[in-house]
C-alpha cells in the first residue's frame, strides 16, 4: 500500500507562484511515475505534469508548459510541483498520483494511488 500527502496549497495573486509536494510512503514498485492532477469545481480531474520516478523524464500538459516544473527528490521520498506565473483558470484542488507501469500515461482512471488534495486558489 502506498501512501501520498500533499502540501502547499494556498491562496494566490494572479503572477504568483506556489511550491506543491508531495511525500510518497509504503511499499512502490521498481518502476513507477508519479503525476500531478488538478480539479477545478464542475470539471473532470485533469492531468498536470507527470515524472518518471527512476530516469526523472518529465511530461506536462499543454496549459503548464513553460510554466509548472515536476521534480522528484529520492532521498527524501518526494515529488514537487513548482507552479509559477499563474493564472486564475489554475485555480483547483490538486492531487498527487502514482502509476505503478514502466509506461507513462496521462489518464487519471489508470494512477493507483492517490493523495487527499490540496487547494490551490488564483485570484484576479
Known amino acids: 500500500q502506498v501512501q501520498l500527502v500533499e502540501s502547499g496549497g494556498g491562496l494566490v495573486q494572479a503572477g504568483g507562484s506556489l511550491r506543491l509536494s508531495c511525500v510518497v510512503s509504503g511499499r512502490t514498485f521498481r518502476r513507477y511515475y508519479m503525476g500531478w492532477f488538478r480539479q477545478a469545481p464542475g470539471k473532470e480531474r485533469e492531468f498536470v505534469a507527470a515524472i518518471s520516478w527512476n530516469s526523472g523524464s518529465t511530461y506536462y500538459a499543454d496549459s503548464v508548459k513553460d510554466r509548472f516544473t515536476i521534480s522528484r527528490d529520492s532521498a527524501k521520498n518526494t515529488v514537487a510541483l513548482q507552479m509559477n506565473s499563474l493564472k486564475p483558470d489554475d485555480t483547483a484542488v490538486y492531487y498527487c498520483?502514482?502509476?505503478?507501469?514502466?509506461?507513462?500515461?496521462?489518464?487519471?482512471?489508470?494512477?493507483?494511488?492517490w493523495g487527499q488534495g490540496t487547494q490551490v486558489t488564483v485570484s484576479s
Open positions: 498520483a502514482a502509476h505503478f507501469s514502466n509506461s507513462i500515461t496521462t489518464l487519471a482512471d489508470e494512477y493507483d494511488s
